[in-house]
Each structure stands twice: as C-alpha cells, then as structure tokens.
C-alpha cells in the first residue's frame, strides 16, 4: 500500500470514530443511565435498576420539631409532658460495579445519628446511633429504547447503639440502681434486612423519565424478631437541558413501607417524599441536593412517630 493510501485510510479511520464518538448512539451507549436521549438522575429514594458502575455518596442532616411525650410516674399515671426538637445526621456512601452486561454489584455503608437538641429533647427521646452496610446485585431483564427493567437484591446489616435516659430513670425510681436499669441506659441492638424485587425505568421523553422500584423481603430485629418488610416507590425525573439548555434537572420522588416491620426504627423512615435540584452539565458527574420529609418511627414508650425534614447534599461519579 502506497503512503499516500495509507495516510488516507486511516485518516477515514480517524473521522468515522470521531463522528460515532459524537454521535447520539455512542453517547447512549457510552451512559449506563440513558434511555432514548434521557439521562436519569441521582436518587435517595427509589433506586437505580442499570447495572453500570458509579460512586455515590450523600451527606445531611435533618430536624423533628416539637416532640412531646407523656410523664408518668410509678403508679404509670400521666402526670406531666416533656419535648423539645431533635436532630438528625447522616452520611452514606455506595459502589456499585458493572461485572458482566447481565450482572452489577454493589455495597454500600451509611450512619445515621439522632440527639435531642435541647435537655428536655435529650430525656424524652434519648439519642442513637446506627450505622451498618448492605451488599446487592442487580440483574438486567429487559431493555427496550425507553424502557429497562431489572431484578435486585439485597441484604443489609445494621447495629444501633441506643442511650436512653428517661427509662433509665423510671427504673432506678420503681426498683432501684440494678444491674437491669444500667443496661437500660446503653444498649446495642443489630438487626438484619434481606430484600428482593423488581426496578424499572421508563424514558418518557427527552427530558423527562421515570423510575419505579418494588421490594419485598424480610427484617429480623432483636425486640420482635422476623417481620415482613416491602417497599414500593416512583421517582420523576425532568432534565432541563433538553427543554431550555440550562444544565439542572428536578427530582420528585415517593417510598412507603409495607408490612408489620415498616415503623421499627432500623426501617429507617417508612413514609418518604423527596425534592431533589442537581447539576447536569457534565456527563458522567451529578452533584445536587435533596430535602425529605419523611414520617420516622422511634423503638421508646410514649414516643410518637416523628414528621422530620431532611437535607442532604448528593454527588455521583459514573465510570
């Protein structure tokens, strides 16, 4: 082949790959979240069903307002009320790696933290800690030009330190400093999630998409033991660099707990809405923020469920 031929070629070979690069099909390709020119966006609610591989990681804080609880004495008569607010505290990070096209893993680790923030919070509600982490896979059924649909499962683990000043103290009033009231004030419970169900994605249009997520599975917790544990929730998704080129996209999302273990507090909020803004000028990074408001169960005597509004601060890194 003569020189001139040669440069020729691979010049050719030099635009054509040029050309797919930019092309929409290779820019599909390319993202492990797109369906028909739609890129998904980052969600603390309902979950991913691709299997590509991304970090993710969220930090936040939240606050329960106006808590009351009733006071009873030793007879367990009502004698008075105390409250205050309480605040919360989180952090999580997420991997998930895309081993085969029909195969991603993932772990991830989080710790969530609740202190009263004020004395009379504190003695009310106590404080605790959990932190814990889960392995998963996700297993790819059906993908269409808009529509994918995987099979997922998990399994978590998760520890909870517990401080716990009120009963402590109606203990020590009803029989005395015991070795049992001191176990009282701290203690650790673990309790172990398994789940297993169905994600899906439909890409509406362009510009907006949506995400469905169906769970089911099993807690296992030190109070009651084993108890059914579902979750069912929808994430829309509306990125407005398809409709007006301005690099943000809007998440609303939705998950509720099903099931006799859905208001143990290692279930985490059993009622959740979510409001998400993030970044979308960069193709294989997201960085956003979200506000919650959840309904929160509290493992204590004569504490109500709490109605607490979260933030969290989310980045996501795709590979």
């Known amino acids: 082949m003569s020189p001139m031929r040669s440069r020729a070629l691979r010049n050719a070979v030099l635009w054509l790959a040029a050309a797919l690069a930019g092309s929409p099909l290779a820019a599909q390709q390319a993202c492990g979240r797109c369906l028909n020119g739609h ?11 691709f299997a590509d591989t991304y970090f993710t990681n969220s930090t936040g804080a939240g606050l329960a307002l ?11 008569e009502e004698v008075g009320t105390i409250g205050g ?28 933290a609740r202190l009263g923030t004020s004395t009379e919070a504190i003695v009310a509600s106590g404080a605790s800690a959990v932190y814990g982490g889960s ?9 269409a030009s808009n529509f994918f649909v995987s099979f997922v499962a998990d399994v978590r683990r998760n520890t909870q330190y517990i401080v716990d000043p009120f009963t402590f103290a109606q203990r020590i009033a009803d029989s005395g400093y015991t070795e049992e009231a001191k176990e009282l004030l701290l203690r650790d419970e673990a309790s172990t999630h398994w789940s297993a169900g169905l994600r899906g994605a439909w890409a509406v249009q362009s510009w907006v998409g949506l995400n469905l997520q169906i769970e ?3 807690i296992d917790t030190p109070l009651v033991g084993m108890e059914s544990l579902s979750q069912i929730g929808a994430q829309v998704g509306f990125d407005f660099t398809r409709i007006w080129r301005v690099p943000l996209g809007l998440s609303l999302g939705y998950r509720e707990n099903a099931g006799n273990g859905r208001t143990g507090e290692f279930s985490g909020s059993y009622r959740i809405t979510e409001l998400g803004l993030f970044y979308t000028g960069h193709p294989a990074f997201s960085i956003g923020g979200d506000l919650f408001w959840s309904r929160i169960a509290v493992n204590a005597v004569d504490v109500p469920d709490l109605d607490a509004v979260q933030f969290r601060l989310v980045t996501r890194i795709d590979f």
């Not at 106006?66 to 367990?76: F, Q, S, Y």
């Open 85 to 112: 607010d309480i605040g919360f505290l989180l952090l999580d990070f997420e991997y998930q790696k895309a081993v085969a096209r029909w195969l991603a893993l993932r772990g991830k680790f989080g710790v969530v």
């Open 135 to 143: 392995l998963g896979a996700t297993v790819p059924l059906w993908r």
């Open 216 to 218: 089911s599975g099993e």
């Open 39 to 49: 890129r998904f966006l980052p969600s603390s609610v309902v979950g991913t069903p």
């Open 66 to 76: 106006d808590l009351t609880i009733p006071v009873r004495n030793v007879e367990g």
